[in-house]
């Protein structure tokens, strides 16, 4: 029997996976055109993803082998957004394992140029979509009306839960030296000091009444005297889907968004997790006298649909920035959520 790891395919149709009760099949959507983020000019100061040379540069010699240089991968912005799909197959075996089900990855304009909404095509085999929210404000990407009503018809199927993952939106303000702030509080040289993410998961947040605004790129505490992310504030005694059963932390990022709620009404969104925010480093958000920040919420089934909300950062499904044990489970958790 061969060691070597199955083939890779490209650019193929998706092959629909068989229901099995009890078993989610797990899809992720990337809401990015591909060719939009790839294609900016690199010389453009803001609201771009880096090359892979500047990420080169930046982490030497992490990627300093020859499965990174020029001959087998992509130096341009392409190249990043290629770590990000790589990124995610830690998670995508554990899902796989724990479902038994392959987890489809989608894009909403892949890189040959292929459009694909949010429809049947996606929706029919699908219990747990996953929409991955990292397009730049400036790509206006929008959910459509056909795409929001196929969501909507999809949220009345039992079984069914649309986890929304808005990233950062860091430098927003036209105060450059709030810019330069924010800059200097989360410390990665590799985002600029504008870099505004999740046109499309936000048009779907209200389209969908979820009173949710992502805000700020916030940079995680560690525990004193490590370089180990400080503990989730967990709110376990309303998380009555188990999705952080055995998670005591999530995955360290230098500039994770706020899921700042825009209701009072408690009932309709449960604030599940906080981060504490690294204290040192001085940010708007904490001078405004803010110690955490929101980081899972869950929006339980209703009247108007039998499908579970959740939203999480999709930085929580990436390796870009180690992985633990703790952050395996809750992939577990949400695999298996009932």
């Given at each position: 029997?061969?060691?070597?790891?199955?083939?890779?395919?490209?650019?193929?149709?998706?092959?629909?996976?068989?229901?099995?009760?009890?078993?989610?099949?797990?899809?992720?959507?990337?809401?990015?055109?591909?060719?939009?983020?790839?294609?900016?000019?690199?010389?453009?100061?803001?609201?771009?993803?880096?090359?892979?040379?500047?990420?080169?540069?930046?982490?030497?010699?992490?990627?300093?082998?020859?499965?990174?240089?020029?001959?087998?991968?992509?130096?341009?912005?392409?190249?990043?957004?290629?770590?990000?799909?790589?990124?995610?197959?830690?998670?995508?075996?554990?899902?796989?394992?724990?479902?038994?089900?392959?987890?489809?990855?989608?894009?909403?304009?892949?890189?040959?140029?292929?459009?694909?909404?949010?429809?049947?095509?996606?929706?029919?085999?699908?219990?747990?979509?996953?929409?991955?929210?990292?397009?730049?404000?400036?790509?206006?990407?929008?959910?459509?009306?056909?795409?929001?009503?196929?969501?909507?018809?999809?949220?009345?199927?039992?079984?069914?839960?649309?986890?929304?993952?808005?990233?950062?939106?860091?430098?927003?303000?036209?105060?450059?030296?709030?810019?330069?702030?924010?800059?200097?509080?989360?410390?990665?040289?590799?985002?600029?000091?504008?870099?505004?993410?999740?046109?499309?998961?936000?048009?779907?947040?209200?389209?969908?009444?979820?009173?949710?605004?992502?805000?700020?790129?916030?940079?995680?505490?560690?525990?004193?005297?490590?370089?180990?992310?400080?503990?989730?504030?967990?709110?376990?005694?309303?998380?009555?889907?188990?999705?952080?059963?055995?998670?005591?932390?999530?995955?360290?990022?230098?500039?994770?968004?706020?899921?700042?709620?825009?209701?009072?009404?408690?009932?309709?969104?449960?604030?599940?997790?906080?981060?504490p925010i690294d204290p040192d480093r001085p940010h708007p958000?904490?001078?405004?006298?803010?110690?955490?920040?929101?980081?899972?919420?869950?929006?339980?089934?209703?009247?108007?649909?039998?499908?579970?909300?959740?939203?999480?950062?999709?930085?929580?499904?990436?390796?870009?920035?180690?992985?633990?044990?703790?952050?395996?489970?809750?992939?577990?958790?949400?695999?298996?959520?009932?």
């Open positions: 029997m061969s060691a070597l790891p199955a083939a890779r395919t490209y650019n193929q149709d998706h092959v629909a996976r068989k229901y099995t009760p009890g078993n989610r099949r797990m899809s992720i959507y990337w809401t990015w055109s591909y060719p939009w983020e790839s294609q900016r000019d690199p010389a453009a100061m803001e609201n771009r993803f880096s090359t892979m040379t500047e990420v080169r540069t930046a982490l030497w010699p992490n990627y300093e082998t020859p499965a990174w240089s020029a001959a087998q991968f992509l130096q341009g912005i392409a190249g990043t957004l290629e770590l990000f799909h790589r990124s995610t197959l830690s998670f995508q075996q554990i899902a796989g394992e724990s479902t038994g089900h392959p987890v489809a990855v989608f894009q909403r304009i892949d890189q040959a140029g292929f459009k694909l909404p949010i429809d049947e095509r996606i929706l029919a085999d699908t219990d747990t979509l996953m929409v991955f929210g990292l397009d730049h404000l400036l790509s206006e990407q929008e959910a459509a009306p056909e795409e929001v009503a196929a969501i909507r018809e999809w949220l009345k199927r039992e079984g069914t839960c649309l986890l929304l993952a808005p990233h950062h939106d860091v430098g927003f303000a036209d105060d450059l030296k709030q810019r330069q702030m924010e800059y200097l509080h989360h410390g990665d040289a590799l985002v600029p000091r504008q870099q505004r993410f999740g046109q499309y998961t936000r048009s779907l947040m209200k389209a969908l009444d979820v009173p949710v605004h992502n805000l700020w790129g916030l940079r995680p505490a560690l525990v004193k005297g490590t370089n180990e992310i400080a503990p989730l504030t967990a709110f376990r005694d309303i998380d009555k889907v188990g999705l952080l059963k055995n998670v005591p932390t999530f995955n360290f990022h230098p500039h994770l968004p706020h899921y700042e709620l825009t209701t009072k009404d408690t009932k309709s969104v449960h604030l599940l997790a906080r981060q958000f904490t001078a405004a006298g803010n110690t955490e920040f929101n980081c899972l919420l869950w929006m339980a089934p209703n009247q108007q649909r039998a499908g579970d909300i959740v939203l999480a950062d999709s930085t929580n499904f990436t390796t870009l920035f180690a992985g633990t044990d703790s952050l395996t489970n809750f992939w577990r958790n949400l695999a298996l959520m009932k």
